[in-house]
């Protein structure tokens, strides 16, 4: 393996890790549920498919990394629905927006 | 029967790369296990596809290849803004919930409508209304409280490129 070739991978890594680590200052800096889902599906979402990105370019074509590229359709996939649930369930069981929030026109319609 | 056909391949090629590199026990339990999958949950799987919207229509793969990397492109936007957002000391958000409209019919539409603006800056959706054709969008920098103008700004730019895609 080249030395570009591990560099790559381990760039793609770094910067996963990077995204990863603003969704959880974000899950702590921010006031109420839906805004911390806001940050937490996509940094979270692009952070671990870039680790999985670089565990690819990495490995290369083998048991690995086919996986990881598998791991990562499935996450773009699941990680959107997953949020939407929690939102959906938060609502509907009666969590309130934050205080200073402009709009709730789900509220507004009855649900 | 169609529908079963279709989650037979795709469950044999998950297998197959779940399982990689290829190997002839593998590929024979794979067989079996994706043959029952599609045999048990064939009727749950795609609906829309039992109405025959036809998978022979050239154009919506080539709208498919065009909207996989604009999906990405924006999807690294709204990474970058959410984390800019979320290291700027100030904290500069105007959160709320907002309500827009879509014209796209179909389950695997609404679907893939509701994920990409979810992956896409500041917005998440929280949930959707199928038969009035209404989605309620947490918006985390509320720039307009008006239903059409919101459309206009979440909805629109993935809604053309879907609705050749899906209907």
């Known amino acids: 393996m080249s030395n ?6 381990i760039i793609f890594i770094v910067i996963g890790l990077g995204f990863d680590v603003f969704g959880c200052i974000g899950l702590l800096r921010l006031p109420d549920v839906y805004n911390r889902l806001q940050a937490t599906t996509k940094c979270v979402t692009l952070g671990t498919c870039s680790i999985l990105l670089g565990t690819f370019i990495l490995k290369g074509l083998g048991t ?8 990562a359709i499935f996450l773009l996939l699941t990680s959107p629905v997953a949020a939407h649930a929690l939102a959906r369930g938060a609502h509907k069981s009666g969590v309130k927006l934050w ?3 402009v709009a709730d026109k789900y509220e507004q319609d009855g649900n | 029967m169609k529908s079963k056909l279709v989650l037979f391949i795709v469950g044999f ?3 197959s790369l779940l399982t990689w590199p290829l190997d ?3 590929l ?3 067989l079996a296990v994706a043959a029952f999958v599609a045999f048990i949950t064939g009727d749950l799987f795609t609906p829309s596809l039992q109405a025959g919207t036809g998978f022979s229509r050239i154009t919506r793969y080539l709208w498919l290849c065009y909207y996989v990397p604009m999906f990405l492109w924006e999807c690294l936007k709204a990474n970058i803004d959410v984390a800019l957002r979320v290291l700027n000391p100030k904290l500069p958000i105007n959160p709320g919930i907002v309500k827009v409209k879509t014209t796209l019919k179909s389950d695997t539409g609404l679907t893939f409508l509701a994920n990409s603006i979810t992956l896409t800056p500041g917005t998440l959706c929280v949930d959707i209304d199928a038969e009035k054709g209404i989605l309620y969008i947490h918006w985390i920098d509320v720039k307009t409280q008006d239903a059409d103008k919101a459309t206009e700004l979440i909805v629109k730019p993935f809604e053309k490129i879907l609705k050749n895609i899906f209907e």
């Open chain 2, 24 to 26: 002839f026990q593998h």
């Open chain 1, 64 to 71: 690995t990394g086919v996986k990881a590229i598998l791991v």
């Open chain 1, 99 to 101: 205080p200073k929030s």
């Open chain 2, 28 to 30: 024979i339990v794979g």
């Open chain 2, 13 to 15: 090629i998950v297998w």
């Open chain 1, 4 to 9: 570009l070739h591990h560099a790559a991978g």
